[in-house]
């Protein structure tokens, strides 16, 4: 493949939700697809995932069943996340869950040393998150190479959710599904979605702190700015209409390559919790 055509399929990667109902996609290309998530890194090329592949209708009600509970409870209990809704999983050729096998963390490597726990087994809870989302990364990138669509869904893995993919499902309860992937032919085309600019986001030899993002950067996109953002088909935001109206004081910060114009850097804090109210987070403040 081309480095323009391989760009082109990355591009192409897209999280949409609005797919051709009736449509079916056959095993073959189901197969290459679970394929290109086989071939992913992992740690220790343990390979701590396992590909399930529901293509079959009535089982596939079930599994939309389950995540239509699961985007109610994201109503009741993480009020103001915008567009929570699951019914778009009814028009989807296949759904494919990414269930991680903790097991194989213990080939990671291990503390020998008292006081290293920290250092050795945290990071070991990183290589096998990042080992499973290179695979879901794959996976995305070999649906938009059939000219097919779906969505990265990190919902699957909470507690009760993952109780009811596996009881349906039929894995280990131990283990958990930390990916789903709704697959389908787009309904229509879409755009890009927003995307920070390059020069704002590559560094060279070393971190710029011009291009540093701040604590109230972060407080403006998570109070007032996500909905839009997520949502909005543009690449650019300078190809907003309203971005004057949208991003305000923040403007240059979101569409240039200097997002931190005195090079000052902050010291760490507590972004837990939203710390400021805007129109994403005035939901939550209702209860």
Known sequence: MSEALFQDVIRKRRSVRKFEPGRSVE???LKRIVDCGRWAPSGANVQCFDFIVIDEPGLREKVMDVFL??????VDHAKGFPAVKKTYLANTAAIII?????RWKVCFPQPTSKGWEAEYLDNNEVIFLNSIGAAIQNIQLGVAAEGLTSAWLSGGGEPVTNKELSELLGYPQWMRAYGTIPIGYPAATQNRRYRRPLDQALHWNGYQPTQYR???QVDFYESTLRPFAMYRDEESMESW???AEKLGEWEAAFTTGTSNPPGELEPEADFSKPRTTGQATKRRLKD
Do not use: C, K, T, Y
């Open 214 to 216: 701040s604590h109230a």
């Open 241 to 243: 209409d309203d971005r």
């Open 69 to 74: 509970g699961q985007a109610q409870r994201l």
């Open 98 to 102: 990414v269930v991680g096998d903790p």
């Open 27 to 29: 095993r073959d290309v």
